[in-house]
């Protein structure tokens, strides 16, 4: 059975750093491309990183230079390294795998949030 | 970056009515166009990829069209499990984006 399986979240101060991470099970990481998504309290979907197969990563404008996304093929595990957090980054972070290999989409794991506060 | 409208952004139905939500581009992405529902609390689920392609144990009465700026999403006689809120998102060219949500209420 896949599963994706989301730690690290919790309340940090603005300017703090935070590292995600992702374990999944089922699978492993380096053969699908691997993303996060954020979901900021009652608001829609916004994507934050990808990393593929062959270690390519993208990041949204609004967290590129502050946030990277990497993998540890041994632990199965992916990451996301948040710096220089901001009030705006407060959200609930979503892991997710390609959907469907070599046709898109996204599966998700259950979120874990991430609270940006004095 | 391509530019996404979803519309309704709220749509009040009743159970066993069809419902169609719209998503349109600013520019054409083919068909890399994928569709969500996502439930109070819970994460968002894969129902289509490819802009037709039904996810693997996705009831058939979820269909999607359309290619290049216009997409659609129909559920062709609505549940009560139905009622959620729905996304579709572009993974054409980076950054990749989501519609703004449909939230399915029961009328």
């Known amino acids: 059975e896949v599963q994706l399986v989301e730690s690290g979240g919790g309340l940090v101060q603005p300017g703090g750093s935070l590292r995600l991470s992702c374990a999944a099970s089922?699978?492993?990481?380096?053969?699908?491309?691997m993303s996060w998504v954020r979901q900021a309290p009652g608001k829609g979907l916004e994507w934050v990183s990808v990393?593929?197969?062959?270690?390519?990563?993208y990041y949204a404008d609004s967290v590129k230079g502050r946030f990277t996304i990497s993998r540890d093929n041994s632990k199965n595990t992916l990451y996301l390294q948040m710096n220089s957090l901001r009030a705006e980054d407060t959200a609930v972070y979503y892991c997710?795998?390609?959907?469907?290999?070599?046709?898109?989409?996204?599966?998700w794991g259950q979120g874990t949030l991430v609270t940006v506060s004095s | 970056a391509i530019w996404m409208t979803q519309s309704p952004s709220l749509l009040s139905a009743s159970t066993g009515d069809r419902v169609t939500i719209s998503c349109r581009m600013s520019q054409g992405i083919s068909s890399y166009l994928a569709w969500y529902q996502q439930k109070p609390g819970k994460a968002p689920e894969l129902l289509i990829y490819a802009a037709s392609t039904l996810q693997s144990g996705v009831p058939s009465r979820f269909s999607g069209s359309g290619s290049g700026t216009d997409f659609t999403l129909t559920i062709s006689c609505l549940q009560s499990e139905d009622f959620a809120t729905y996304y579709c998102?572009?993974?054409?060219?980076?950054?990749?984006?989501f519609g703004q949500g449909t939230k399915v209420e029961i009328k």
């Open positions: 998102q572009q993974y054409y060219s980076f950054p990749w984006t």
């Open positions: 990393i593929y197969s062959g270690g390519s990563t």
């Open positions: 997710a795998r390609e959907g469907v290999v070599g046709w898109g989409g996204l599966d």
């Open positions: 089922g699978f492993t990481v380096s053969s699908n491309y």
